[in-house]
């Protein structure tokens, strides 16, 4: 399938959201059509590989029937179940009862079948906690089929419910449901949903062109960029990870450039979040053994396996990107002064937890890796404790590129923001600023980044050009006569210079037009008196 095809799907999948959400909330129909478009990608790739497992046993059934060929089996062969089961366990990693597939789910919804929500709600509650393992557990725990935001009583949400799976049936019927093409149209659907939720939307979602800024600096070799992407990433994090979309775009980049990554690391503190970027990574056809993604508190750092004391045993990664709460309020407690996360460089002021996210990433981050983060402009400039954090990194050689984007990018906030590139093991000793503030494309409600602008940047931080009125590479002795100070209009301005007006030039042309105007004037006025005129 194209990816104009993919596209399509994805529209096709926000017109019907578009059309059945009504007076629902956006958030609570988001979660809703996300989840019934991931119990269908499930059970497409299961019954997939059901059909290989039992190969000419598989029940080929008549049109007209409204079984499931599983369930045709299962009915036919219950001494096998379990077996079964524990077969497609070990090779698809999951199960889905026959009662429970997508095919059996849009059918009971066809019939406006009572029992539909309640197939549905067992069907969630089996794949979460008897599927297989942990990779499920908890994944549909936010989606609550009882809400009266889908009706005051049971009948009336069955039937609700009955008419937006029928309607996402026939809406996607035309269009595969492999991982890609799936997996686009929940990345678009996601990206929909952000644009309609406001400031919320920065809690989740990382605009796409921006994405693809932070994944394609990452991916690049963190000593000689110039000579292109790392063939491998063996671990790579993202501590606010959102909908995880982030961390798909650098698997993205650097596998369609034939290269792999081992595992991919998220975090996110936002429980119903946390499920869909679950549900992103899966829906990406990613295996659950190639994803951990941890639900808990960045700043507080409860991932136990960030926790690791011992420096033999520390995770480090090759590749680091995030797009953090701007200036987020915390509350940093007695003991967070000695953190090994923080006590090189002190504690971020309560009032802007930027640094503290900083701080955290920096630590995990491999000394052969590239750490990309998206901050507000105030980390560059503001003083106090984060002028003697920002000094800190600049003196130990730890800042890359500093590059500035333009403003109303983002759904959640209008300001420009910032992108920080650091390493541990610098190998030039100045700063690359790139100024690309003013290179957008304007859009009515919302700036975006062309293909142009997205290259521009990404070229200039690789081969470290200077570009008038755009880039320039900086001396930490410069910064130094600054204060320590990363603004970048002091480093790279982007206003044209003036024009040099050279005044006795110009007196001289105004003296000969004045001559000019004095010699016609006298030629008219001739013409006059022989007419007989008055003269002017």
């Not at 557990?137 to 039937?159: D, H, M, P, V, Y």
């Not at 081969?463 to 100070?485: D, H, L, Q, T, W």
Request: charged letters at 30%; one cysteine or more; aromatic letters at 10%.
């Amino acid at each position: 399938m194209t990816q104009k095809d993919q596209l399509q799907l994805g529209k096709t999948l926000w017109d019907i959201a578009d059309n059945l959400r009504g007076a629902m909330n956006a958030d609570d129909f988001r979660d809703y059509m996300l989840s019934f478009l991931f119990l269908r990608y499930l059970s497409y790739n299961y019954e997939e590989s059901v059909k290989k497992e039992l190969g000419s046993d598989f029940p080929v059934l008549a049109e007209d029937d409204e079984r499931t060929a599983l369930g045709v089996w299962y009915e036919e062969n219950a001494e096998d179940i379990s077996e079964f089961e524990k077969q497609m366990r070990r090779k698809v990693h999951y199960v889905i009862k026959p009662e429970h597939l997508w095919s059996n789910i849009t059918e009971l919804a066809r019939r406006q079948d009572v029992d539909l929500l309640q197939t549905l709600e067992e069907g969630f509650k089996y794949i979460e906690n008897e599927s297989f393992e942990s990779a499920f557990q908890g994944l549909f725990s936010e989606i609550n089929l009882n809400s009266e935001k889908l009706g005051r009583t049971a009948t009336e949400r069955n039937k609700k419910l009955c008419t937006i799976i029928q309607k996402i049936s026939e809406g996607i019927a035309d269009f595969s449901a492999d991982s890609d093409t799936l997996g686009d149209a929940y990345e678009y659907l996601i990206g929909q949903f952000a644009a309609g939720s406001g400031k919320k939307a920065g809690e989740f979602y990382t605009p796409q062109q921006i994405s693809t800024i932070l994944s394609e600096i990452v991916t690049l070799d963190s000593q000689d960029p110039m000579s292109g992407k790392k063939k491998k990433l063996n671990k790579v994090l993202d501590f606010a990870c959102g909908s995880g979309s982030l961390l798909l775009n650098v698997r993205t980049r650097i596998t369609e450039e034939g290269g792999s990554i081992g595992k991919i690391f998220g975090q996110e503190k936002n429980i119903t979040t946390y499920n869909l970027a679950r549900m992103n990574m899966l829906l990406h056809g990613m295996k659950d053994t190639e994803f951990e993604i941890f639900h808990g508190d960045t700043l507080l750092n409860q991932w136990d396996l960030l926790n690791e004391m011992n420096p033999s045993k520390k995770m480090e990664f090759d590749a680091i990107v995030a797009n953090p709460p701007f200036s987020l309020r915390w509350e940093p407690n007695d003991t967070m002064a000695d953190d090994f996360r923080f006590k090189s460089y002190g504690l971020a002021p309560k009032s802007a937890a930027d640094f503290s996210f900083l701080l955290h990433g920096f630590h995990f981050l491999g000394k052969e890796g590239t750490m990309a983060i998206i901050l507000p402009h105030g980390v560059l400039f503001r003083g106090g404790a984060e002028e003697r954090i920002r000094t800190k990194l600049l003196k130990d050689n730890h800042i890359d590129t500093v590059i500035g984007l333009p403003s109303n990018l983002f759904y959640s906030t209008g300001i420009p923001v910032c992108i920080l590139v650091l390493k541990k093991c610098k190998k030039q000793d100045d700063v690359l600023f790139i100024n690309a503030s003013d290179h957008f494309e304007k859009g009515k409600r919302q700036n975006s980044l062309t293909e142009d602008n997205i290259e521009s940047i990404v070229e200039t931080y690789k081969y470290r050009n200077e570009i008038e009125r755009y880039s320039r590479r900086v001396s930490i002795e410069e910064i130094e006569k600054n204060g320590y100070n990363l603004n970048i209009s002091r480093y790279v301005s982007t206003a044209e210079d003036e024009i040099q007006i050279d005044l006795k030039e110009v007196n001289i042309k105004l003296i000969d037009i004045n001559k000019t105007i004095e010699t016609a004037t006298a030629e008219h006025n001739a013409f006059l008196r022989e007419l007989g005129l008055p003269l002017i």
